[in-house]
């Protein structure tokens, strides 16, 4: 990159320092939400939602809970015309959901979009027109008197319209490209075209601060908030509202710093949909403050299906690493990562703690519809003992000693690393059944009987070996121990049974019990087996076949 030099800072200081917000460390409320997903985020599409599609996606929207919804810009096409008169005409519009409509400020752009709204109960009509220095030079080529002119004319016809039209529309002001404006002049313009509205208390306006285009690191676009915030006119009967974009890719923090420079509603988008890189994600707004403990009265309890609705309405794919909604966002395939998240979640469950504190997950997946065994904790060769135990736990009801979890964890590891594919938690289940659960070759019983005598157990075993069938009796001090003897006795076998483990089954099969047996070799590795059975000495004993089948 050798051109740097071509390019400047395009963004404006406000004259005051205006730094207050930097003393607040959290968002403390919900702001107004207003989703534009129906105007800005469609004519962002390559191919633009027919109508049925909008309709279908304003369901959807109030569904989740929005109580303002940008229904689209009802001059600029028929579709988006149409659109809006079904919504009313239809009475699709709940009594509680405010609609709103976008119009330049333009006379015969603002007269064809009350014609659209006629016979709406509550309706925002959001004018707007460009301040931006930038703007005014290469494409107005006008003065700041005559885009100031241009904004109270504007203003002065919503007024006169509503009034003709007997109703109580709230009106909406955007300086576009307010990021690229002096804020003084911004100020100005804003102060009057609130002079024009005279807002009141039961009938308040909405002055919204865009960041058309994202110029400045975030904290900037804060301080510009603050300054507005500080010196509005009319500010206690005024909605300041935020518009960011993602030029920079900071459309989030922008809005975030921005509420707390004392902005109180903000527009945007699901999923960040919109020109260029898009608008604000409102999702991901909305859960930051969710995973801080402040309900955002908004309902993503079931993410999944709200990304499949919007990827049918829209054509887009949301990216997997997209910020709570992606396919991706809550798995973890890396080993110490499961491991972590397998111990916090047992944590979890024995301390129960009043607040949520999984290492590696910020929410608790579950609380967006996800779950555990499918989207958490997934394996492939960077996985380890922690996320396959955990997966054979939580789903099939199998607590494997710890160094048993190891071994099946080195297992599942190689298999993935050979096939070059994740092992879904059937395939997980099915390749510990084939190797560590009731393995009969080359070593199995064909009988065995046991007599207590004299405080010990005393058993005959009958057994076959790569083809050769034995019979050997045998005492130990329990009728594991004792088989284990006849065993060794019977082939010369060298190991030492060092752990024994067994619980009732819950979820693998109809069987009632599982038992886990190892077995420590001359050259000091261990060797594992596991045996389900109704009887759980039977279970035992084929562990412990299968342990020495897998030396």
Partial sequence: MKNSSKYKRQYFLPPVKCMDWTEKDHVEKAPIWCSVDLRDGNQALVIPMNLEQKVEFFKLLVEIGFKEIEVGFPAASETEYT????????DLIPDDVTIQVLTQAREHIIKKTFEAVKGAKNVIVHVYNSTSLSQREQVFHKSKEEILKIAVEGAKLLKQLTEEAGADYRFEYSPESFTGTEPEYALEVCNAVLDIWQPTADRK????????????????????????????????????SLHPHNDRGCGVADAEMGILAGADRVEGTLFGNGERTGNVDIVTLALNMYAQGVEPELDFTDISSICKKYESFTGMTINERSPYSGALVFAAFSGSHQDAIA?????????????????????????????YDADVIRINSQSGKGGVGYILETKFGLNLPPKMREAMGYTAKAVSDHTHKELMPEEIFELFKRTFENVVSPLSLNGVH????????????????NGKEITTEAEGNGRLNAVSNALKKAYNFEYDLVTYQEHALEQSSSSKAIAYV?????????SWGAGVDVDIIRASIDALVTAINNR
């Fill in 450 to 465: 046991f007599q207590q005598i004299n405080g010990g157990i005393t058993t005959q075993v009958t057994s076959i070996f």
């Fill in 205 to 240: 306006a909405i002055i919204n601060l865009p960041v058309t285009v994202e110029h400045s690191m975030p904290h900037v676009y804060a301080s510009q908030v603050e300054y507005m915030c500080k010196n509005l006119k009319y500010r206690e009967n005024v909605v300041v």
């Fill in 518 to 526: 190892g077995i420590r070799k001359p050259d000091g590795t261990l």
């Fill in 343 to 371: 111990k916090g979640m047992h944590w979890l469950d024995e301390k129960k703690p009043e607040h949520w504190t999984v290492p590696y997950l910020p929410i608790d997946p579950k609380d967006v519809g996800r779950n």
């Fill in 83 to 90: 659109f809006l008169r079904k919504l009313i005409e239809e």
